[in-house]
């Protein structure tokens, strides 16, 4: 069973920064896509950024891009989330889920949340203006 741990949420100004962590275990595959979402409040969930664990190919939301970078430490089975220009906006609770064997084709555009099994509980994030 896969199992995910997020840290590295916080209160944060606008214009500021912080690095969400996901460290997972339970890794069975050879291959997994590890994908953070955020969700804020009255809103649905939406995809941020998510990473092969293979190759490190990467795809983030237009919303974020130039801003979050998405990383990865096989060695650590750890996922990073570097968000920096931070705006009000991306207050949200985010979450990493992973999902072993899913087609890169198949999120390398976007993904969803049907496309993910393990979820971790989740971090707040608040960016004050």
């Known amino acids: 069973e896969v199992q995910l741990v997020e840290s590295g949420g916080g209160l944060v100004q606008a214009g500021g920064s912080l690095r969400l962590s996901c460290a997972a275990s339970?890794?069975?595959?050879?291959?997994?896509?590890i994908g953070w979402f955020r969700q804020a409040p009255g809103k649905e969930r939406e995809d941020v950024s998510c990473?092969?664990?293979?190759?490190?190919?990467?795809y983030s939301a237009d919303s974020v891009k130039g801003r979050f970078t998405i990383s990865r430490d096989n060695a650590k089975n750890t996922v990073y989330l570097q968000m920096n220009s931070l705006k009000p906006e991306d207050t949200a609770v985010y979450y990493c889920?992973?999902?072993?064997?899913?087609?890169?084709?198949?999120?390398?555009?976007?993904?969803?949340?049907?496309?993910?099994?393990?979820w971790g509980q989740g971090t707040q994030v608040t960016v004050s203006s």
């Open positions: 889920a992973a999902e072993g064997g899913l087609p890169w084709a198949n999120v390398r555009w976007g993904f969803r949340e049907g496309d993910f099994a393990s």
């Open positions: 339970g890794f069975t595959a050879d291959d997994y896509i």
């Open positions: 990473i092969r664990t293979s190759d490190g190919s990467t």
